[in-house]
């Protein structure tokens, strides 16, 4: 069974720092582009950070640019979310998500975790 | 950045409606826009790529169209487990960006 599963999140005070970890299985996590997207309570979705399946390129919403940082180790089939610098408008639920159909920007993100809540106060 | 307004926001129908989103980008992104189904408590749901090409095993009665800076999303005949919150996203030019969602609700 294709499966992501975020942790990591909890309560963290403004200027802090957070890291959040995917875990994914059920197919081959190496060849594939990954994806952080959140939640805030209540509001829609915002992408917040994609990376390439070879580390070799990542991007970032501004609201997040220069605090955040993703990465993955695909020898642990696991992409992470550094989050420096924290914000009250941080809060969110952090789901991640990959694109298994093949390039994310043909063919979109098909498969997302449950997610991770993320609380700055 | 892109932006991608959607409309309605908010959108009541009844079981068998024939129901139709816009979203509409600030610039052009040729045919590169997803959609997606959020339900209550879920993770959303890819319906549609690429603008057009429906996801595997997502029904029939969900249809995208439009490339440019215009695009639909058609349910043709509102099914109970339809009512949900949709979102398009576009995928042209970083920043990604989704649009601010349309809910729909039972009438």
């Known amino acids: 069974e294709v499966q992501l599963l975020e942790s990591g999140g909890g309560l963290v005070q403004p200027g802090g720092s957070l890291r959040l970890s995917c875990a994914a299985s059920?197919?081959?996590?190496?060849?594939?582009?990954m994806n952080w997207v959140r939640q805030a309570p209540g509001k829609g979705l915002e992408w917040v950070s994609y990376?390439?399946?070879?580390?070799?390129?990542?991007f970032y919403a501004d609201s997040v640019k220069g605090r955040f940082t993703i990465s993955r180790d695909n020898s642990k089939n696991t992409l992470y979310l550094q989050m420096n610098s924290l914000r009250v408008e941080d809060t969110a639920l952090y789901y991640c998500a990959s694109c298994t159909g093949g390039s994310c920007y043909y063919y979109g993100l098909d498969v997302w975790g449950q997610g991770t809540t993320v609380t700055v106060s | 950045d892109i932006q991608l307004t959607q409309s309605p926001s908010f959108l009541s129908a009844s079981v068998g409606d024939r129901v139709t989103i816009t979203c509409r980008a600030s610039q052009g992104i040729s045919s590169d826009l997803a959609w997606y189904q959020q339900k209550p408590g879920r993770a959303p749901k890819l319906l549609i790529y690429?603008?057009?090409t429906l996801q595997s095993g997502v029904p029939s009665r969900f249809s995208g169209s439009g490339s440019g800076t215009e695009f639909t999303l058609t349910i043709s005949s509102l099914q109970p487990e339809d009512f949900a919150t949709f979102y398009c996203?576009?995928?042209?030019?970083?920043?990604?960006?989704f649009g601010q969602g349309t809910k729909v609700e039972i009438k």
């Open positions: 996203q576009q995928l042209n030019t970083y920043p990604w960006t």
């Open positions: 990376i390439t399946y070879s580390s070799s390129g990542s």
């Open positions: 690429a603008a057009s």
């Open positions: 059920g197919f081959p996590f190496r060849s594939y582009g």
